[in-house]
């Protein structure tokens, strides 16, 4: 087991000395640091350092540039790279550049000219939250494995979340405060299968169930609402907060060592509806079933996808724009690497089918060609 810092430790990927010893002197009296020179030195870098806990990268540098690095980041097959926070630093803060960011895979975009105390903050949060995610992780395996759930833990009824709800949706509405609802669904998916994922074991669900419930504040509410579904009420944090803190639950289910069958894999969609930034309309107050329902269908969209992550407004409307998954790297999964051939015949070689039945398709096109030729030789 690797040893953390003691403090949280950031990555600064940028070719300018200046603009590193700048980043560096603002925050290293919060966080430990190490420093690449370029995109490739920095994948270099999170490749053998696994105590990085947040990247900030220049988008222009040599070799390997920000959008290349991202690229390698959010594609790569370890879970920890792929699911780091990565902060763009920007000469400008356009709404272009920082769409074509976001879209990259960028968690945040900075100014180089960001005050310190907001840059510190930010880095912070994103550092407390992988943080978060790989304790609830870990604790979900230990959980799993050990097969012991805490009898002190029991989560409140649906009813009493229904009630509490309300009271903070009215408390919303009448002091002008945020509300968020999340429902969040679990499922198995099968990689040689296509189609809803099927019911996970019941003791997962009741782990996930009591981590939640020891994980979120005192004031906010959370109740098993489903065979394999939670719904979520906060009135205390704004939907920002709340879409992170639903995407590191679900990456932590998504990735957490559960089972053993490697063609099967844990999948967790968030359906996210926050009142009033993203679905409030002025002069309307909204009514408690109405956005169970809208949070309810969305966390359906994100399952009938197999896709873990959260599904708020903008991903429900991708979703209706295009039969396919929207391109937004809170929601879409990652692509993996294809073996090549002779990778595929040594698995089988090795005893291996189980890594090979994913790639049949692959194995028998490249294939083809051979099977045919011995084919016609033999009828020579």
């Keep these: 087991m690797t040893d953390l810092p003691a403090k949280p430790r950031v990555l600064i ?5 200046i603009v590193r010893a700048t980043l560096i002197k603002r925050i290293e009296g919060m966080f430990e640091f190490r420093e690449a020179l370029d995109g490739e030195e920095a994948w270099q870098t999170l490749l053998i350092d696994p105590t990085i806990r947040v990247v900030i990268t220049d988008l222009t540098m040599p070799k390997l540039d920000g ?14 790279i792929r699911n780091l926070p990565v902060v763009v630093v920007s000469g400008s803060d356009e709404a272009e550049e920082r ?12 100014t180089k000219g960001i005050g310190t105390a907001q840059l510190l903050s930010r880095l912070d949060i994103l550092a407390k939250l992988v943080n978060t995610q790989r304790e609830f992780e870990s ?27 309300e009271t903070m949706l009215d408390n919303a509405v009448k002091y002008h405060k945020n509300f968020v609802m999340l429902h969040v669904c679990v499922g198995l998916k099968h990689a040689g299968l296509e189609g809803y994922p099927a019911t996970p074991p019941g003791f997962v669900v009741n782990a996930l169930g009591q981590l939640l419930q020891s994980t979120i504040r005192q004031t906010d509410c959370v ?41 099967i894999a844990f999948v967790a969609s968030c359906g996210m509806v926050a009142w009033p930034e993203s679905d409030g ?17 969305r966390a359906a969209l994100g399952m009938d996808h197999a896709l873990s992550g959260v599904v708020g407004r903008e991903e429900e409307e991708a979703f209706k724009r295009s039969s396919e998954a ?3 790297p809170a929601l879409v999964e990652q692509p993996q690497e294809t073996p ?28 083809q060609p051979l099977v045919e030729l011995m084919r016609q030789q033999g009828q020579r």
């Design 67 to 80: 959008y290349g690095l991202l690229a390698r980041i959010r594609q790569s097959k370890i879970s920890r």
């Design 223 to 263: 109740a098993r609402t489903g065979e394999a579904e939670f719904t979520l009420a906060t009135g205390t944090i704004h939907s920002d907060s709340a879409r992170n803190f639903a995407q590191r639950v679900c990456h932590a289910v998504a990735n957490a060592n559960l089972i053993k069958d490697e063609r």
């Design 99 to 110: 769409d074509r960011a976001k879209a990259a895979g960028a968690t945040d975009l900075i």
């Design 340 to 367: 090549d051939l002779a990778t595929l015949l040594q698995w089988l070689k090795d005893g291996k089918q189980d890594q090979v039945l994913p790639h049949l398709g692959k194995l028998s096109a490249e294939l």
């Design 13 to 17: 990927a940028d070719d300018s000395r």
């Design 281 to 297: 309309h002025a002069g309307v107050s909204p009514l408690l079933p109405d956005l169970r329902a809208i949070a309810k269908r």
């Design 326 to 328: 929207p391109i937004a």
């Design 139 to 165: 604790s979900l395996e230990a959980m799993v494995q050990q097969g012991v759930l805490d009898p002190s833990i029991v989560l409140p009824a649906p009813e009493q979340l229904t009630a509490l709800a």
